[in-house]
């Protein structure tokens, strides 16, 4: 499907420069774009591709100031934010592709499970009893959702993944590939002679809405209760959430990171990549930890800044790495020091 310069800054608001009649197929980087391609440029360090690009559109900002001496070749969209406008085009670019509706062949309904309008459920898909899908959900291949289920309006589940019985999902739901949502939390109970007995895991996990789960991340449902991520959580790949946590609103965790077991992260938290966090602990809101650190205890003040393993404040840790660096020298002078003592 073609879109003309014209129809693209009528979405986007924008004012042309060019010709409007220019029309594109895709989307690409501005150093990248060739006849058929719409790009955008925000940055003024990327300046030089503007006039070197092949783009047939380019999207730039209302304060994009040209050099008199250099030929834009693309027709440009001026807008008040490229970035942000190129962002919108992006989600209707994959709104449009990912625009599927109906049962394929080999997907299996059970009988009582109700699905609103608009939706699609892939080949291979297998849906359970009891479970409520609302409206415009997108159900991909081999997806398996058990029974009692419920998600909300305008949510996709990827290929693969799998929503255990009994978990809820919200409106605007994304869940990747290979994820799963409701398996077992790690209970079980040592025994006398060394063995371990399995806890039955019998709660569920509620996803609210605008939540996303990377690709081959595990959420564990809870023993009891709820294993609860608020309102526009965002999980990277294989990140794994244990059971009875609760993820504060629009705190976001980044891949390899795991949080166990009744543990509370506040709002507005960012996680970094391979932060571990131990159970029962409680993780203020706004809180930042640098990748690869160890939370160990709780945390308390809101709005700062943590990293290490065990984590300390975040300048502390600078500080640290500073002398952990200087150790070799500073023994050397110690060990000089010593040996001009004993001289004496």
């Not at 060739?34 to 591709?49: G, R, T, V």
């Not at 978990?167 to 077992?184: F, Q």
């Not at 895991?201 to 294993?227: P, Y």
């Not at 993820?247 to 795991?258: D, I, Y």
Request: with cysteine; hydrophobic share 35%.
């Amino acid at each position: 499907m073609k879109f003309s310069a014209q129809q693209i800054a009528t979405l986007l608001q924008g004012t042309i420069e060019g010709d409007a009649a220019v029309s594109v197929s895709r989307l690409s980087k501005i150093e990248e774009g060739d006849i058929e391609s719409l790009s955008f440029l925000s940055n003024p360090k990327y300046e030089q591709y503007l006039y070197d690009s092949e783009a047939a559109i380019v999207v730039v900002n209302e304060s994009q100031v040209l050099d008199p001496q250099r030929v834009v070749k693309p027709t440009m969209i001026r807008v008040k934010d490229a970035y942000q406008a190129f962002a919108e085009l992006l989600k209707i670019y994959e709104q449009m592709r990912s625009d599927r509706s109906g049962r394929e062949e080999y997907s299996f309904v059970h009988d009582s499970a109700e699905l609103g309008e608009g939706y699609y459920v892939g080949a291979f898909a297998y849906i359970g009893q009891q479970t409520v899908i609302g409206k415009n959900v997108k159900v991909y291949p081999q997806v398996y959702i058990g029974d009692n289920v419920r998600i909300g309006d305008n949510s996709v589940i990827y290929p693969g993944a799998k929503i255990y019985h009994d978990c809820v999902l919200g409106s605007h739901v994304t869940v990747h590939a290979g994820a799963v949502v409701g398996s077992d939390g790690f209970g079980f109970a040592p025994q006398e002679d060394g063995s371990y007995t399995k806890v039955p895991q019998i709660g569920n996990v509620i996803l609210e809405d605008w939540v996303e789960v990377g690709s081959n991340t595990t959420i564990d449902r809870a023993t009891l209760g709820h294993t609860t991520l608020r309102r526009g959580v965002k999980l990277d790949n294989l990140v794994q959430i244990a059971h009875n946590v609760e993820v504060g609103e629009n705190t976001v965790v980044a891949a390899q990171t795991g949080i166990s077991g009744s543990t509370k992260i506040g709002a507005k938290v960012i996680l970094g990549g391979q932060v571990g966090v131990v159970g029962h602990i409680t993780v203020a809101p706004g809180t930042q930890v640098q990748a690869q650190s160890g939370i160990n205890k709780t945390i308390s003040e809101e709005n700062k800044k943590w990293a290490g393993s065990p984590a300390f404040p975040y300048q502390g840790e600078l500080r640290s790495q500073v002398l952990y660096a200087k150790l070799p020298e500073l023994e050397k002078r110690i060990a000089e020091l010593e040996k001009r003592l004993s001289e004496k």
